[in-house]
Antibody, heavy 128, light 107 residues
Framework: EVQLVESGGGLVQPGGSLKLSCAAS????????MHWVRQASGKGLEWVGR??????????AYAASVKGRFTISRDDSKNTAYLQMNSLKTEDTAVYYCTRSLGGYCSGGSCYSWFDPWGQGTLVTVSS | SSELTQDPAVSVALGQTVRITCQGDSLRSYYASWYQQKPGQAPVLVIYGKNNRPSGIPDRFSGSSSGNTASLTITGAQAEDEADYYC??????????FGGGTKLTVL
């Protein structure tokens, strides 16, 4: 079964740090790009960032809202991706999901990719 | 612009057909993917590419695209289809971008 399991969420004070983990199973993790997506309570989905595979130089990209504060890494030997969050703000409070991206295909002049599967999410609360 | 616009809420009578739309410039060159999210649960992929359904997604779900608009159609909506639906494409930097979501109510 293809599965992602996040862990590491919790309560942290503003300005603090937290590291989330995403353990993968059931697919070739080392060849997959992994993303983090968050969702504040009652709000929509917000892409946080991604890390590509070794074949793509472990390239990372981040949303403007977290760039310079968050770092995504991975350990292919452990089939795990990480999200290191520093200088946390109250507005970072959200459920954080990890997900795998697939595709990157082009057909008929249009390109496409998709996210599947998604983990169950882990709640991060930034509050004093 | 780097935005994907969805109607905040849509309703449909049980057994009827409903279309959920997503508008954005990136959709002219990038097919949307669609995700269903029920309360307290993680998103689930329902449509990707031109009109592809993952294994396990009922064939009443279909996708289409025209110009800057992508659509998710549910033909014969069921009570269990009541959920939030999100489209996804790319922003001007090529990074993933989600629409604001549409809350579907099945009456």
């Amino acid at each position: 079964e293809v599965q992602l399991v996040e862990s590491g969420g919790g309560l942290v004070q503003p300005g603090g740090s937290l590291k989330l983990s995403c353990a993968a199973s059931g697919f070739t993790f080392s060849g997959s790009a992994m993303h983090w997506v968050r969702q504040a309570s009652g709000k929509g989905l917000e892409w946080v960032g991604r890390i590509r595979s070794k074949a793509n130089s472990y390239a990372t990209a981040y949303a403007a809202s977290v760039k310079g504060r968050f770092t995504i890494s991975r350990d292919d030997s452990k089939n795990t991706a990480y999200l290191q969050m520093n200088s946390l703000k109250t507005e970072d409070t959200a459920v954080y999901y990890c997900t795998r991206s697939l595709g990157g295909y082009c057909s008929g002049g249009s390109c496409y990719s998709w996210f599947d599967p998604w983990g169950q999410g882990t709640l991060v609360t930034v509050s004093s | 612009s780097s935005e994907l616009t969805q109607d905040p809420a849509v309703s449909v009578a049980l057994g009827q057909t409903v279309r959920i739309t997503c508008q954005g410039d990136s959709l002219r060159s990038y097919y949307a993917s669609w995700y269903q999210q029920k309360p307290g649960q993680a998103p689930v992929l329902v449509i990707y590419g031109k009109n592809n359904r993952p294994s396990g997604i009922p064939d009443r779900f279909s996708g289409s695209s025209s110009g800057n608009t992508a659509s998710l159609t549910i033909t014969g909506a069921q009570a269990e289809d009541e959920a939030d639906y999100y489209c996804n494409s790319r922003d001007s930097s090529g990074n993933p971008l989600f629409g604001g979501g549409t809350k579907l109510t099945v009456l």
